[in-house]
């Protein structure tokens, strides 16, 4: 037996315009960078909640520190900053 995956699976939401995602059903986007994932987090009691209302303020607390340090590493792309990061995976 076939499967198909629902109509909005089956696209990167990034590709197609707004009007194609409405049709599609893809009513919210992704946060597109840190401070966008940062700023989700603090608003969704959820997900909060399953990961613990003690570890979310200790991890938005580091991961706000990460960024600022990587915020001044250097330029995106940059080498500088590609060694930074990969030092730390």
């Given at each position: 037996?076939?499967?198909?995956?629902?109509l909005?699976?089956?696209?990167?939401?990034?590709?197609?315009?707004?009007?194609?995602?409405?049709?599609?059903?893809?009513?919210?986007?992704?946060?597109?960078?840190?401070?966008?994932?940062?700023?989700?987090?603090?608003g969704?009691?959820?997900l909060?909640?399953?990961?613990?209302?003690?570890?979310?303020?200790?991890?938005?607390?580091?991961l706000?520190?990460?960024?600022?340090r990587?915020?001044?590493?250097?330029?995106?792309?940059?080498?500088?900053?590609?060694?930074w990061?990969t030092?730390?995976?």
């Amino acid at each position: 037996m076939k499967l198909t995956p629902p109509l909005h699976y089956q696209v990167d939401p990034n590709m197609v315009s707004e009007d194609e995602r409405q049709v599609r059903g893809i009513t919210e986007r992704l946060p597109s960078g840190p401070e966008e994932a940062n700023h989700a987090l603090r608003g969704d009691k959820v997900l909060q909640s399953a990961l613990g209302e003690k570890l979310v303020p200790t991890f938005m607390t580091v991961l706000e520190e990460y960024n600022r340090r990587l915020d001044n590493v250097g330029p995106l792309d940059s080498k500088e900053r590609r060694d930074w990061l990969t030092a730390r995976m």
